[in-house]
């Protein structure tokens, strides 16, 4: 069976399509794969079925998936660990794990000069042209740095990151969160400026912060990180109480993660993510504790 990690970016999203460097963790949470020889290719996730030729986007993201492997048909069963379209990489760790099953199947090692254009190839068809972020942190899992320009570097955290996920509201869609930003860039172009010069800075600080495994001053850098984020209004009333309620229950810092607008929240804890767990399930957040270990990337 071949696996791969879903994502949260920790900072730097938005300012990431200006050029900023963000940094994500890959979280234990994602997609397993099994790719079995057919006669035409097909794809069982769950409820969803499809083969190729049926039109639908599930079915044309395996046949370009498949296109970009040079591969044969194959059924594929995939297990999703993760909400769909959340913001927590689901459709980039079903292609990387697709991708891995795949080569598994015809003989050939997962490489990732291989794999990564493979699920690009797949994310393409759900997300038009997607950053690579998503992809290279399926593939690698442990944390990353990722600019545009220069694409994923690995980095080492120094101690052990404790985190706690919710879903604070139907998630927006990435596209009309990202034009939301570029319309108030061209209104008001002082106000996003200085908001991704404070984001650089700040991402700045928090790669010094976790390869020194210093968790308190992580934490105050993500609640920075996401006040600066509201003030570029992609947070909502939800994703406001998710945080306010996992500060309250002692988490060390918490934003949003992803696009906003809904969709996923992030709060960093000390060590126990189940006071902030049970803070949000008492508000019927749905809710999991994901960790990051020191070096556990998988390549
Ligand atoms: O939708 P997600 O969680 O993959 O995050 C999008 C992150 C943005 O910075 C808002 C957009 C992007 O392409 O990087």
Same mark, same amino acid.
């Given at each position: 069976? +071949?696996?791969?990690?879903?994502?949260?970016?920790?900072?730097?999203?938005?300012?990431?399509?200006?050029?900023?460097?963000?940094?994500?963790?890959?979280?234990? +949470?994602?997609? !397993?794969?099994?790719?079995?020889?057919?006669?035409? *290719?097909?794809?069982?996730?769950?409820?969803?079925?499809?083969?190729?030729?049926?039109?639908?986007?599930?079915?044309?993201?395996?046949?370009?998936?498949?296109?970009?492997?040079?591969?044969?048909?194959?059924?594929?069963?995939?297990?999703?660990?993760? /909400?769909?379209?959340?913001?927590?990489?689901?459709?980039?760790?079903?292609?990387?794990?697709?991708?891995?099953?795949?080569?598994?199947?015809?003989?050939?090692?997962?490489?990732? #000069?291989?794999?990564?254009?493979?699920?690009?190839?797949?994310?393409?068809?759900?997300?038009?042209?997607?950053?690579?972020?998503? #992809?290279?942190?399926?593939?690698?899992?442990?944390?990353?740095?990722?600019?545009?320009?220069?694409?994923?570097?690995?980095?080492? /955290?120094?101690?052990?990151?404790?985190?706690?996920?919710?879903? %604070?509201?139907?998630?927006?869609?990435?596209?009309?969160?990202?034009?939301?930003?570029?319309?108030?860039?061209?209104?008001?172009?002082?106000?996003?400026?200085?908001?991704?010069?404070?984001?650089?800075?700040?991402?700045? !600080?928090?790669?010094?912060?976790?390869? *020194?495994?210093?968790?308190?001053?992580?934490?105050?850098?993500?609640?920075? !990180?996401?006040?600066?984020?509201?003030?570029?209004?992609?947070? $909502?009333?939800?994703?406001? $109480?998710?945080?306010?309620?996992?500060?309250?229950?002692?988490?060390?810092?918490?934003?949003?993660?992803?696009?906003?607008?809904?969709?996923?929240?992030?709060?960093?804890?000390?060590?126990? +993510?189940? /006071?902030?767990?049970?803070?949000?399930?008492?508000?019927?957040?749905?809710?999991? +504790? %994901?960790?990051?270990? /020191?070096?556990?990337?998988?390549?």
């Amino acid at each position: 069976m +071949a696996r791969a990690h879903g994502k949260v970016i920790l900072f730097g999203e938005h300012a990431v399509v200006y050029g900023v460097p963000a940094i994500a963790v890959g979280i234990s +949470a994602g997609a !397993n794969a099994r790719a079995f020889s057919a006669a035409v *290719a097909s794809i069982s996730i769950g409820d969803f079925r499809a083969r190729a030729g049926d039109g639908s986007e599930l079915a044309l993201a395996l046949e370009a998936l498949l296109a970009a492997l040079g591969a044969p048909p194959y059924a594929l069963e995939v297990e999703l660990e993760l /909400p769909a379209g959340a913001g927590l990489g689901a459709s980039a760790a079903l292609g990387v794990a697709i991708a891995r099953a795949v080569l598994e199947a015809v003989g050939e090692p997962p490489a990732e #000069a291989r794999v990564l254009p493979a699920a690009a190839a797949w994310e393409g068809v759900f997300h038009g042209s997607a950053s690579g972020i998503d #992809a290279a942190a399926a593939f690698h899992g442990g944390c990353l740095w990722y600019s545009r320009a220069d694409g994923a570097r690995r980095l080492e /955290p120094g101690a052990e990151l404790s985190l706690a996920i919710a879903l %604070a509201g139907p998630p927006a869609p990435t596209r009309s969160m990202v034009e939301s930003v570029a319309r108030l860039k061209s209104r008001r172009p002082e106000v996003v400026d200085k908001a991704l010069a404070g984001i650089r800075a700040l991402v700045d !600080n928090a790669r010094l912060s976790l390869e *020194a495994g210093d968790r308190r001053s992580l934490g105050q850098l993500m609640d920075l !990180n996401h006040m600066i984020l509201s003030g570029l209004f992609v947070s $909502t009333e939800g994703i406001e $109480t998710a945080c306010r309620l996992a500060r309250e229950a002692g988490a060390l810092g918490a934003k949003l993660t992803g696009a906003g607008g809904g969709g996923a929240v992030v709060a960093l804890v000390e060590d126990d +993510a189940e /006071p902030v767990l049970a803070a949000w399930r008492a508000a019927e957040l749905r809710c999991f +504790a %994901a960790r990051v270990m /020191p070096g556990a990337g998988d390549s």
